[in-house]
């Protein structure tokens, strides 16, 4: 069982940036698609940006494509969200979560992710 845990949420001024870390209890890089969600108060899970297994395809949300990126560092078994040019509305409890799936797969299907961490608040203030 795959265990995560993420960081680096925090308060921010709009404009400003944060970078999200999740660490895995495994290696996950050949074998887990992976991505990033996140829920506001009142709304849906939304996935905002995912990466495939073998990291060959990433998928972004349009919300937050060219202001966001996924990478992965397989040495440290960590997961990362960097997240430039925030605005108050990326303002959310923001979750990792990955799930077996064969190379090149992307999805923000909730279905397709087996494992989730505890999550970490981003908030952004104008």
């Known amino acids: 069982q795959v265990q995560l845990v993420e960081s680096g949420g925090g308060s921010v001024q709009a404009g400003g940036s944060l970078r999200l870390a999740c660490a895995a209890s495994?290696?996950?890089?050949?074998?887990?698609?992976m991505a990033w969600f996140r829920q506001a108060p009142g709304k849906e899970r939304e996935g905002i940006a995912c990466?495939?297994?073998?990291?060959?395809?990433?998928l972004y949300a349009d919300s937050v494509k060219g202001r966001f990126t996924i990478s992965r560092d397989n040495a440290k078994y960590t997961l990362f969200l960097q997240m430039d040019s925030l605005k108050p509305e990326d303002s959310a409890m923001y979750y990792c979560?990955?799930?077996?799936?064969?190379?090149?797969?992307?999805?923000?299907?909730?279905?397709?992710?087996?494992?989730w961490g505890q999550g970490t608040q981003v908030t952004v203030s104008s």
């Open positions: 979560a990955t799930g077996r799936a064969p190379p090149g797969s992307v999805t923000f299907d909730l279905r397709a992710y087996n494992y």
């Open positions: 495994e290696y996950t890089s050949t074998l887990y698609r």
């Open positions: 990466i495939s297994s073998g990291d060959s395809h990433t």
